[in-house]
């Protein structure tokens, strides 16, 4: 009895009809979705919604839904040629990796140039294909 270390789990409901497999499938998509809010809580605003009116902050929602699509979309591209990212990664380590690079525009040769003051290399071979 004391020798194996039991873990016990509970899940509370009032659903007669399903099979107990059906139940801990549906919790466990549940489980999912709950991660989809934490991260949009966190990395894309809704945890202090900016306006006063619910018309105005379900547009709000609704935008950074679609940016957090389109984030994703773009992580899943750029993941192969930097390396620092994964798919998997959240908004603050795309940030921290692609986005905060010190640069300056400088006049040379009649153009204008963005000179990056970085040592990282895989700037160039995301937009140079």
């Not at 773009?74 to 921290?96: G, N």
Request: charged content about 20%; proline content about 2%.
């Amino acid at each position: 009895m004391f020798g194996v270390i039991y873990t016990y789990r509970c899940i509370l409901t009032n659903n007669r009809t399903s099979t107990e497999k059906d139940i801990i499938t549906f919790y466990n998509e549940r489980g999912a979705s709950e991660k989809n809010f934490d991260i949009q809580n966190n990395d894309f605003g809704w945890s202090h919604l900016p306006f006063s009116f619910m018309a105005e902050n379900m547009v709000f929602m609704m935008v950074t839904a679609m940016l957090k699509n389109f984030y994703l979309y773009l992580v899943r591209h750029i993941s192969d040629k930097v390396k620092p990212l994964k798919k998997t990664s959240r908004l603050k380590a795309f940030i921290l990796h692609f986005v905060s690079v010190p640069a300056k525009w400088v006049r040379t040769g009649r153009q204008n140039v963005l000179n990056l003051y970085t040592n990282k290399t895989y700037y160039a071979e995301v937009f140079i294909e």
